[in-house]
């Protein structure tokens, strides 16, 4: 049987996003570093270059 790590990893080598899994405790931020060679990053915390261009045009155009 499958793990829920394994689940994760494979779905990540077909391309999918697997922030959720952190999220919802499914894989641990060090999982999602061992399976992406990336630092999770919460988005909830942090702000993206294209959320602030949203806001700044959104406000420009009103």
Not at 24 to 52: L, P, W
């Amino acid at each position: 049987m499958m793990t829920d790590y394994d689940f994760v990893k494979t779905i990540y080598s077909w391309g999918f996003p697997i922030d959720c899994y952190v999220v919802y405790h499914t894989i641990t931020v060090e999982q999602y570093k061992e399976i992406t060679g990336k630092d999770y990053v919460d988005a909830s915390t942090s702000t993206s270059a294209g959320a602030s261009e949203s806001t700044s045009t959104a406000t420009s155009q009103a």
